[in-house]
């Protein structure tokens, strides 16, 4: 007689309380050191003197790869920066790249033709010439270098990592 009222005791006892007796309490769930691909975030706004107010704000962050960008400022200066989202960075690579290839290239042909036909050129123009060109080679591989810096940077900036 002692058990059924003992069961009726504990079953009130856990409607009261709100818990189930004899329940397994849920082990925490341990977060990963590192984020997963593609990582998701969660905002909360704080309103003052008022509950938080869980505003749900889903977005995929898709990483980019430095090999990748840099690949891409290889065939095209600027478009590894593009790819990381730095459009305007791109752009002034991309220009003064073609505009240091071409002014170089320019100057070596003109100066080509004038020796062909025979017409005197100046010490200092060959000096030009060349150093455009080396100048837009510097700028090719400064494009590529910074391709892979921009897309380790994108990766850091969306990842909140230092």
């Known amino acids: 007689m002692r058990k059924p009222c003992l069961l009726l005791l504990l079953a009130a006892l856990a409607i009261a309380t709100g818990e189930p007796p004899n329940e397994p309490v849920p082990a925490p769930v341990e977060e990963p050191a590192q984020p997963l691909f593609p990582a998701v975030r969660d905002s909360v706004e704080q309103v003052p003197l008022f509950r938080p107010r869980v505003v ?13 960008g840099g690949a891409l400022s290889l065939v ?62 510097t700028l090719h591989a400064l494009s590529v270098i910074d391709g892979v810096n921009t897309a380790n940077a994108h990766n850091r900036l969306m990842l909140d990592a230092p």
């Not at 749900?56 to 990748?68: C, G, Y």
């Not at 960075?89 to 002014?103: D, N, P, Q, V």
Request: charged share 15%.
């Open 56 to 68: 749900i704000r889903q977005e995929v962050i898709i990483p980019k790869d430095p090999f990748l």
């Open 76 to 137: 095209l200066p600027g478009t590894g920066q593009a790819y990381s989202g730095q459009w305007l960075r791109g752009i002034g690579f991309l220009t003064g790249t073609l505009l240091c290839y071409g002014l170089g290239g320019g100057a070596n042909n003109s100066i080509a033709v004038r020796e062909g036909i025979g017409e005197p050129v100046k010490p200092g123009e060959k000096v030009i010439a060349g150093a455009l060109v080396i100048a837009g080679l």
